[in-house]
């Protein structure tokens, strides 16, 4: 076995072990298990006519579909319609279950999904605009600065994705979401309980990030096809997404606080 056969080899198998919610499962044409997982790559590599992913490949879709969710986001917060937004919300569980769990990547489900997200996120923006003006901008800002900032401590090695810390994140999130589903019944706590949870979930969201920054550079490093960059593109919105809502939740307590 070469060198670059072998180097190709120790990612496809990093790849399988993932544990990102979004990129993994069925996600990279099932790179779970080592059976199964191990035979559809052999396949995908005998595909003469499926290109290498690169990052450019995942930059240039993720631009897109926040294009998308920018250009239905602005429609929604003019139209500041709670249908829309009930509709977004509901659209975008349901995309996102299928294109988390589909073994092909479908591109059309994945655009549809970031115009369901807009069409919520326009809706609520507006709402929270409403209630603390200027607050959207602030958010925007302060999301585009904790990717920023996450992003430069990825690729500086000052956080590594180990197998502790993917444990670690998915614990959390679990528990998080737990919390997230009992809030429906008994509400967000307020006070200073509120401020700490808030910042908790910004923290966990900004960490996700660097798991999805981990399991696109793996994937490059493994050679996946070109088509896979929309799955990472899509998980990677995800991430941004749920930061965002964070970070909108947390200066909303912030500014009532004032």
Request: hydrophobic content about 50%; proline content about 3%; charged content about 15%.
């Amino acid at each position: 076995m070469s060198y670059e056969s072998s180097f190709s080899h120790r990612y496809k198998e990093k790849l399988m072990r993932s544990s990102n919610p979004v990129l993994s499962g069925r996600g990279f044409a099932r790179i779970k298990g080592d059976a199964v997982g191990t035979r559809d790559l052999n396949t995908i590599e005998a595909r003469p006519s499926s290109a290498p992913m690169s990052i450019n490949d995942v930059v240039i879709k993720t631009a897109g579909l926040f294009a998308v969710l920018v250009t239905v986001g602005a429609f929604a917060w003019r139209a500041n319609s709670p249908t829309l937004a009930l509709i977004g919300f509901i659209g975008g569980f349901i995309l996102a279950m299928v294109n988390s769990f589909s073994k092909k990547v479908r591109p059309p489900l994945v655009i549809a999904y970031a115009a369901a997200q807009g069409l919520a996120l326009g809706t609520i923006s507006h709402i929270y605009n409403d209630a603390y003006n200027g607050i959207v901008g602030q958010a925007v800002v302060a999301t585009a600065c904790a990717f920023g900032g996450v992003l430069l401590a990825y690729r500086s090695g000052k956080i590594r994705v180990t197998p502790k810390f993917s444990r670690i994140m998915m614990g959390s999130l679990i528990g998080y979401v737990i919390f997230a589903v009992a809030t429906i019944f008994i509400g967000f706590p307020g006070g200073t309980l509120g401020l700490l949870i808030s910042v908790g979930g910004v923290a966990l969201a900004s960490m996700f990030i660097v798991m999805d920054l981990d399991q696109i550079d793996k994937a490059v490093a493994a050679g996946v096809p070109q088509e896979e960059s929309w799955r990472c593109a899509f998980g990677l919105m995800v991430t941004l997404v749920w930061l965002y809502l964070e970070v909108l939740r947390l200066i909303s307590i912030l500014r009532s606080n004032d």
